[in-house]
C-alpha cells in the first residue's frame, strides 16, 4: 500500500510513521503466531498450544525485536473514559478521524464511540467486526448478517444466549438499554414479551458494535484474572479479544493455555468448516486438537488485522 501513495505530501514525522507500519505488519503477524506457540517452520500438528507461555507478552517482543524502542511499541489499551450512553447518543458522536475504514466509513463514530467508553483500541473493534460480519463484493460489513447453522446474528454474530446474557449484566450498553426500554423485569432478568425486540437490536450496527466492546472488555479481564497475557497493543488485544469472542471466554482460556481437547476440538472445527473437511484436516495433522488450532490460527493472522484501520 505504500508505493501507491504520494510520500511528497506527507510530513516527514507522518511518512516515517507510514514506513514503520508497514515495516512491523510482518513483525506483528509472526510474533502473534509465537505467541500462540507456533512459528511458520514449525509443524502444526507436533506442537503444543502455546498460550503466552514465553512469560513475554506481545508489546514486550516488538520492543524486543525493534531494539527497545518506545516509539516503535503500540499505544497500550485505554482506560475507559465515559460511563455508558444511550443508542441515541452514540449514534450522533461524529468520528474523529481516528480510523480509515474505507466503505464502512459510516461505522467510524460507533466504533471510535465503543473504544472511548470500554478502553478497546478502536481499530481493535473494527477487526473484530471486520472478521465477524458478512461482507459485499466491496467489502462492506451487512448489518443483517445471519449464520444459518446457528442463532449467531449482526455486525457482532452475537449467539441469542449470549446477546441476552449481555443485556443482563449491569454496566453494559446492552443492559442501559434494555433498562430504558423496560425490557428488564424487577430481578433484573428479560420480559418474555421483551425477547423479540431485544433480540432484534442485533441488527442494529450501533448496538452490535457497542455490545461487541463490552464483551471485548469484559472478556479480557477474564483472561487476565486466569493468567493468560492478552498483550497492550492493538493486534495482540484484537486477536486475544477474538478468540474469546468466537471461542467464548472459558474454551479461549484452554486454548491460550492447556489446549483443547480432541473432543471439543473435533466438534468446533466441524462447525467451522463442515464435518467433511474436518474429517480431512484432522487426519492431515494427527488429531483434532492440532488442526483445530491450525485452521483457527491461519483464520485469525488473515481476518484479524486493526493495522489496515488506521
Do not use: C
Not at 465477524?132 to 460489513?141: L, P, Y
Amino acid at each position: 500500500m505504500i508505493e501507491s501513495m504520494d510520500f511528497s505530501r506527507l510530513s516527514p514525522a507522518r511518512r516515517a510513521d507510514m514506513i514503520h507500519r508497514a515495516a512491523m505488519a510482518d513483525v506483528q503477524q509472526r510474533l502473534w503466531q509465537a505467541a500462540l506457540g507456533q512459528s511458520d517452520d514449525m509443524p502444526d500438528a507436533s506442537e503444543s498450544v502455546g498460550g503466552m507461555r514465553g512469560g513475554m507478552d506481545f508489546a514486550s517482543m516488538v520492543a524486543l525485536v525493534s531494539g527497545n524502542r518506545p516509539d516503535m511499541v503500540a499505544r497500550p489499551r485505554m482506560q475507559p473514559a465515559i460511563a455508558v450512553t444511550t443508542m441515541d447518543s452514540a449514534n450522533s458522536i461524529a468520528s474523529n478521524g481516528i480510523l480509515n475504514l474505507g466503505v464502512n466509513n459510516e461505522h467510524s463514530g460507533s466504533l471510535e464511540a465503543a473504544a472511548r467508553r470500554t478502553g478497546v483500541p478502536e481499530s481493535a473493534l473494527a477487526a473484530i467486526v471486520d472478521a465477524e460480519a458478512a461482507k459485499d463484493s466491496s467489502g462492506r460489513w451487512n448489518a443483517f448478517s445471519r449464520n444459518p447453522r446457528s442463532s449467531a446474528a449482526g455486525l457482532g454474530q452475537f449467539l441469542s444466549g449470549t446477546w441476552q446474557d449481555m443485556a443482563k449484566k449491569p454496566g453494559t450498553w446492552l443492559n442501559k438499554v434494555a433498562a430504558d426500554h423496560g425490557w428488564l423485569d424487577q430481578n433484573g432478568n428479560i420480559r418474555s414479551a421483551a425477547r423479540a425486540d431485544l433480540l432484534r437490536l442485533r441488527y442494529d450496527p450501533t448496538a452490535s458494535i457497542q455490545t461487541i466492546a463490552d464483551y471485548a472488555s469484559r472478556n479480557l479481564d477474564f483472561l487476565e484474572r486466569k493468567g493468560v497475557n492478552v498483550g497492550s497493543d492493538a493486534t495482540s488485544i484484537a486477536r486475544t479479544a477474538y478468540l474469546a469472542h468466537h471461542l467464548g471466554p472459558g474454551d479461549a482460556v484452554t486454548f491460550m493455555t492447556t489446549g483443547l481437547s480432541d473432543q471439543r476440538a473435533a466438534t468446533l472445527l466441524a462447525a467451522q468448516i463442515g464435518s467433511g473437511r474436518a474429517q480431512k484436516a484432522i487426519a492431515a495433522a494427527g488429531d483434532a486438537s492440532a488442526a483445530h488450532r491450525a485452521w483457527l490460527r491461519g483464520y485469525v493472522a488473515n481476518s484479524v488485522q486493526p493495522q489496515r484501520y488506521t
